[in-house]
């Protein structure tokens, strides 16, 4: 090999190192584009969190921002709540701000890797009644690292399985099963957890085998059957609903 192709090859090799590193730093919005809420009386924030690199580190990004507005865009039609499309938000979950939020939107939590802060910060949001939904990971392997990570703000607590007759389910738009939405998502039967507060109340609900951000994304465009997007959001207004009243 010639000192021009070391060299070349050399600085092919920096640019995938650095590239590397922003994408594992990620973030300041420079992809995505961070969205400044109007004064509403209900905001979602959308997590971003420490990473682990299995999903490339984009998973809490997936389905952003089209997601977030369709759900508010169906609050804002069916309820009363003071709501707007664009009543939304990306915090970071290491950051004093992710206090000013209490409903939270996590997307993969199965690539979290927290760091201490974001694992104080995770606490504490919980203990101070907020309200967290993760959504978009399936199969074992994805169940068992969101679980390590929630163990390590949540030592004495498990996750516990939940029935469709749960509030959470039920508050404002009922639903009567998962399966219609099973069909479209991978991993197999749908099954969501619980964590709960100090007042027994539903502080996390884990979607596990659910991609609520793809119907929620996909509708419009007709790439998700009517059915189970129905489902899909109903199940995201009830928890919208559900962290609002309890």
């Not at 090859?9 to 994408?23: D, I, N, W």
């Not at 749960?166 to 404002?172: D, G």
Request: glycine share 6%; aromatic share 14%; charged share 20%.
């Amino acid at each position: 090999m010639t000192l021009k192709n070391q060299l070349l090859t050399f600085c092919a090799l920096l640019l995938l190192c650095a590239a590397s590193l922003l994408q594992a730093q990620n973030f300041r919005f420079r992809n995505f584009g961070q969205n400044e809420p109007p004064a509403t009386e209900f905001i979602a924030a959308r997590w971003h969190f420490g990473t682990n690199g299995d999903i490339g580190h984009m998973g809490w990004s997936h389905n952003y921002p089209q997601s977030d507005q369709h759900l508010n865009d169906f609050l804002e039609r069916t309820t009363r709540i003071d709501i707007d499309v664009m009543s939304y938000r990306i915090v970071e979950l290491g950051s004093e701000e992710v206090f000013d939020y209490p409903f939270a939107y996590i997307s993969e939590p199965g690539e979290m890797e927290l760091t201490e802060q974001e694992v104080i910060n995770l606490r504490e949001f919980v203990l101070r009644g907020g309200f967290i939904i993760l959504d978009d990971f399936d199969g074992s392997w994805q169940w068992a690292q969101m679980a390590s990570q929630f163990r390590r703000a949540f030592p004495e607590q498990q996750f516990v399985p939940l029935s469709i007759e749960e509030a959470v389910f039920q508050i404002l738009n009922p639903i009567d099963d998962f399966q219609d939405m099973s069909n479209y998502v991978p991993g197999g039967k749908i099954t969501y957890y619980a964590l709960y507060n100090q007042y027994d109340e539903i502080a996390v609900l884990a979607g596990h085998n659910n991609d609520l951000a793809n119907f929620w994304d996909w509708y419009a465009d007709g790439a998700m059957p009517l059915l189970p997007s129905t489902d899909a959001f109903r199940l995201g207004s009830n928890a919208v609903i559900y962290s609002l009243t309890h």
